[in-house]
């Protein structure tokens, strides 16, 4: 049973073009995150939200703006894509309070050409 | 100074001894802790969490945390060839107006020799 679905698996853009990287939560979840993932260097945090319309800053937000709209709802753009962009990005999300059951997506692996 | 960090290795380890993995972060504020093993294209997998000082046993794993030296540990006794993967330390921390922060260290990439 699926809870966090990034619907786009595998993307190839060219430089310049705007992408979506959406993900969505069934579980009701508060806080939800995106990542990205580059060989030796972990995941490191892009953006959070935790609650609709809230977001804050994670580690690395150059380049990047995300979207809650709906609940279950967490987008990624990348306004103007860059070959430094490419990249597995990662989804996850967990409740609120003292939850410590966190979902990933399966990832989404974006090459930017 | 970053807020996780882990050694990321490689960490090579007989089959049968017992790996140990460290990870130290910096916010005093962080309220609970994750260890994750992460293989080739997939998406991390939780072994367990802790939020209490002390040790919590699962199986063959072992996750040790001492607020005051802020420092998290994972041992694997009886270390397999499947347990060769990358393992992910990360944190939890509330932040503003009850926001969850969930932040990852680089990871350490274990190896298990038969």
């Known amino acids: 049973d699926v809870k966090v679905t990034q619907s786009s698996r595998y993307l190839v853009k060219r430089t310049g073009e705007k992408v979506f990287l959406e993900c969505v939560q069934d579980?009701?979840?508060?806080?939800m995150f995106w990542y990205r993932q580059d060989p030796g260097l972990g995941l490191r945090l892009i953006y959070f939200?935790?609650?609709?319309?809230?977001?804050e800053k994670g580690d690395i937000p150059e380049g990047y703006s995300v979207s809650r709209e709906k609940k279950e709802r967490f987008s990624l753009i990348l306004e103007s894509a860059s070959t430094n962009q490419t990249s597995m990005y990662l989804c996850?999300?967990?409740?609120?309070?003292?939850?410590?059951?966190?979902?990933f997506g399966e990832g989404s692996w974006l090459t930017v050409v | 100074q970053k807020e996780v960090e882990q050694n990321s290795g490689p960490l090579s380890v007989p089959e049968g001894a017992i790996a140990s993995l460290n990870c130290t972060y910096s916010?005093?504020?962080?309220?609970?802790f994750f260890w994750y093993r992460q293989y080739s294209g997939k998406s991390p997998e939780l072994i367990m969490f802790?939020?209490?000082?002390g040790d919590k046993e699962d199986g063959r794993f072992t996750a040790q945390l001492n607020k005051a030296s802020q420092y998290v540990s994972l041992l694997i006794r009886d270390s397999q060839p499947s347990d060769s993967a990358t393992y992910l330390c990360?944190?939890?921390?509330?932040?503003?107006?009850?926001?969850?922060?969930?932040?990852f260290g680089q990871g350490t990439r274990l190896t298990i020799n038969p």
């Open positions: 996850a999300s967990v409740t609120g309070g003292s939850g410590n059951t966190i979902y």
């Open positions: 579980m009701d979840h508060e806080n």
């Open positions: 939200s935790y609650d609709v319309k809230m977001k």
């Open positions: 916010d005093r504020g962080s309220q609970s």
């Open positions: 802790i939020y209490s000082n």
């Open positions: 990360a944190v939890k921390t509330s932040v503003i107006q009850g926001a969850q922060k969930l932040v």
